[in-house]
C-alpha cells in the first residue's frame, strides 16, 4: 500500500519534484533483509530519510520487513512515535539539550556513549520507566562512542542503573570507518575491538538484545559484521556504497528520481554566452532549455558538465548552475522538434534502467558521494510518492 494513498499531491509537484518509489524502497529493504538474515535490519531514515521523506520511506521499510528504525537525533524519533509508528526505534545522537524524557515516554531507545547515562537515568527515574539504552563503543572511527579505556566505568554504570530499575541496557553498538574500502585491514580491528567489547559488556553481567555494528557498505561486504542487527542507511534508497558498483550490481534500484519541467526553449546564435561569468558559449546557432531548479533546491552549484535527460536523450549541464535554474545546450542529439520540449521533463538523476543518469555521476560532478546529493535536495523541491507496484 502506498503510505501516502489519498494525500493530496503538492500542486508545486508539476513543476518541479523529486519522485520517490516506495516499492523500489521496500524491494531494497527485502534485498538487504535476506542477505543478513538471521540477523534484523534497521532502516536508517535519519534526515528525513536521506532527502526522500521520513514517514513515507518509514512506513514502506517496516511494510516491507524492516525491524527497528534508526535515527540521529531524539527529534526525529519523536515525529516517527507522533505519526503513530510504534516500532522498534534508536536514536544515538544527542547534546544536553535533548529532551530525554520525552525520549523516555516516547519508548525511544537511545545510543549512549558516555555522558548520557547519568541524565537519561534521571529522566528514566522521574518518568517512573526504565530507558532502553545501547552503549556506542569507539571502535576506531574517533567520533561518537565510549573509548575502550571508559568502557568498563560505562558498562558498571549502566548495569548498577539497571539494577536499579533506571535503564534496561539492551544493545552495544559501534560505527565503522572505512567499510566503503572493502580492502582495508582497519575493518578487522574495528570487528575484533567490538568482540572485545561486548565480551567486557557480557562478562559483567550485561543481558544484550542486540549487538550491532555493520552500515550498508558492511552489510554488502563483510557478513562478519552483521552480528543480531545491521543498519541499512544509503541502500535502502537504492543506492550504492562502494566505490565503482553500481546498485544494479548489488540488486538495488534507486528510489529517487530528480525531475523538472522545462521552463524555456530558445534559439540562439553562435558564441552565445550562458548564465553568471559566461563560461559557457555555443559552438554554433544551437537551442538552449532552461531547467528551473538550481543550488537553492540543493542542485549542487559546482557539477558543472553533470548530465541531463531531455526526451530520452542526454545532455549536459552548459555554464553555471544558479541559485534556481540552469540551462541545457541541445546539441548532440540536436532535438527534431525542440520547441514541443517546453514543459516536458529535464530528468537530473534517477534509476538509470529507466535511461536517467545516475545519481553517482551527479556525485562525481560534484566532488561528493551520492549520499550529500540525494539528502540535500530542498524543500522547494516537494517530494512525491509513487507506487511502481513491480517486486523487482
Ligand atoms: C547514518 C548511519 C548509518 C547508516 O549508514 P549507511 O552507510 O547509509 O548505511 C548507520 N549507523 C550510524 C551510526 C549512522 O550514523
Given at each position: ?28 529493504v527485502?534485498i538487504l533483509r535476506s542477505r543478513v538474515a538471521p540477523a534484523a535490519l534497521m532502516a ?21 520487513g524492516a525491524d527497528w528504525?534508526g ?17 522498534p ?82 544493545g552495544?553498538f ?17 570487528v575484533?575491538?567490538f568482540?572485545?567489547?561486548v ?9 544484550l538484545e542486540v549487538r550491532h555494528l555493520a552500515n550498508s557498505?558492511a552489510i554488502l561486504?563483510r557478513p562478519e559484521t552483521h552480528f543480531d542487527l545491521v543498519r541499512a542507511?544509503?541502500s ?157
Open positions: 500500500m502506498n503510505a501516502d494513498a489519498g494525500a493530496p499531491v503538492d500542486p508545486r509537484a508539476a513543476e518541479r519534484s523529486a519522485v520517490v518509489d516506495l516499492a523500489a524502497i521496500r524491494h531494497n527485502r536508517v531514515v535519519k534526515a528525513d530519510a536521506y532527502g526522500h521523506g521520513m514517514l513515507p520511506v518509514a512506513t514502506a521499510a517496516l511494510e516491507a528504525l535515527v540521529a537525533h531524539v527529534s526525529e524519533a519523536l515525529v516517527l512515535r507522533r505519526a503513530g509508528i510504534d516500532a526505534l534508536l536514536a544515538w545522537l544527542h547534546t544536553p539539550a535533548t529532551d530525554f524524557a520525552a525520549a523516555v515516554d516516547a519508548d525511544v531507545d537511545l545510543g549512549v556513549s558516555g555522558w548520557e547515562l547519568e541524565p537519561i537515568a534521571a529522566a528514566a527515574e522521574a518518568a517512573g520507566r526504565p530507558a532502553r539504552v545501547h552503549l556506542k563503543i569507539d571502535t576506531g572511527l574517533g567520533r561518537n562512542g565510549c573509548t575502550a579505556e571508559q568502557w568498563p566505568v560505562l558498562v558498571r554504570a549502566a548495569l548498577d542503573h539497571e539494577a536499579a530499575g533506571r535503564v534496561r541496557f539492551v552495544v559501534s560505527h565503522l570507518a572505512v567499510a566503503d574500502e572493502p580492502v582495508r585491514p582497519e575493518t578487522d580491528a574495528q575484533a575491538a568482540r572485545a567489547a565480551a567486557v559488556a557480557e562478562d559483567a553481567g550485561a543481558r557498505p561486504t542507511g544509503v535502502i534508497y537504492g543506492l550504492s556504497p562502494l566505490a565503482g558498483i553500481t546498485a544494479a550490481e548489488l540488486g538495488l534500484t534507486p528510489a529517487m528520481t530528480l525531475r523538472a519541467a522545462i521552463a524555456n526553449i530558445k534559439h540562439v546564435p553562435a558564441g552565445q554566452g550562458i548564465s553568471y561569468g559566461l563560461r559557457y558559449r555555443t559552438e554554433a546557432a544551437s537551442t538552449l532549455a532552461l531547467v528551473p531548479v538550481g543550488y537553492a533546491d540543493g542542485v549542487p552549484r559546482i557539477a558543472a558538465d553533470a548530465p541531463v535527460t531531455i526526451d530520452g536523450q542526454r545532455h549536459t549541464v552548459a555554464g553555471r548552475i544558479a541559485m534556481d535554474q540552469f540551462v541545457v545546450d541541445l546539441v548532440d542529439p540536436v532535438p527534431t522538434d525542440p520547441d514541443a520540449l517546453l514543459g516536458t521533463d529535464a530528468v537530473l538523476f534517477g534509476d538509470p534502467a529507466t535511461g536517467a543518469p545516475a545519481v553517482e555521476e551527479w556525485a562525481e560532478a560534484a566532488q561528493t558521494i551520492n549520499y550529500e546529493v540525494v539528502t540535500r535536495i530542498g524543500t522547494r523541491v516537494p517530494r512525491v510518492y509513487r507506487d511502481s507496484g513491480t517486486a523487482r
